[in-house]
């Protein structure tokens, strides 16, 4: 196999939205600056065997760049710590570095690489149909709330600091969704998140879990949640009192606190945000502390680092395997890929990967998507609170899927 960068300059993918590129079954991930779609498949490979396979695969330089780009894999790993994961080396990867230009990386035998890049188009707009749909949770909801007094009860006795408590909610439709205009929804209103498509499993992230360039690491962990109103009086109100809130204070320093001691021994230095700050998106305000440090020689990938933080208390818990432990003793589901992370690596082990949130997974046949929402609990947490806290957590997919 081969892999060769290619310049888009002259072509309709230059200017394109990547979510139009991506459409519904395009591999997708991007930021508020940068984005990678993938489109076909030329490998699957292990997550934590990806760096290696892909540093086999040949790169050769067809672009107006110094050198060829490194060829990608792109996928998600489930919530569970070293769960296995499958990432995907797309026959071509359209790559936006935020410079404003775009590359095209094609990956597969000589014979084909001009074939590949001429397959691609631009997607248009999907057409509005007239759909109905039922929202049902598949638990009882006196599970969730057990659940949350059993994991208060449990940090009141000093068995734990921290667990992050969630529960489903299940989208049925009497014709298909589309995942295009879920994206588009998404994109529309949570340019700032993370926005991912990956084998029917989308989302727009606010959290970097950990991304990696060249030397340089950083991680964006939030915990501590209030909701927004679209009044920006009453909003920042309700930031005053989340950044004054001691229980929200304790949820977040446990995350910030394992975040540093995770990737400390990885780094030469490593600085962090002393207090939080309020990370707002469309629906709701968090609690975010930015960390950032210069990694060691040798550099670790991303996808080592991805291994050392996930889960992070921002969705498992602190300790770690006694939260997980309650977690999946409580909550009444299996989290699969919610919780767990979704993103890039490259052959330099560079990459970007975000923690998997306000998501939703999708059925083969898009008859049916799985909602999930949590929020961590500490000694002071009430159930009925946290209840309100996932409905408005949960609002974020549901608009973007149910809204006409």
Known sequence: MIAVTRDLADSPLASASLVDIAGETGLLFRSAETGRVG???ARSVAVDRAVSELRGIECRNESSLDAPLSPVAIGCVDFLPHAPGMLTIPEVTIVDDGSGQRFAIICGDA????????TVEVNLAPQPIANSYEVESPIEISTYLNAVTTARDAVRAGQLRKAVIARPVMVRAHQPMSIHAVLRRLDATFGSTYRFSINGFVGASPELLVSVAGATVRSHPLAGTTRT???DEIDA????????SEKNQIEHQAAIEMVRDSLLPFCSYLDWTPEPSIIKVANVQHLGSLAEGHLSEPHPTVVELLRELQPTPAVGGHPRSEAIDLIVNSEGFTRGRYGGAVGWVNADGDGEWAVSLRCAEFSDDRREARLVAGGGIVADSDPESELAETQAKLQAMLGAIIRP
């Not at 109100?237 to 004054?244: D, M, N, P, T």
């Open 39 to 41: 489109l076909g498949a």
């Open 229 to 231: 109103t679209g009044n």
């Open 237 to 244: 109100q309700l930031a005053a009192e989340l950044l004054a």
């Open 111 to 118: 014979s084909s690489i001009d074939d590949a890049l001429s």
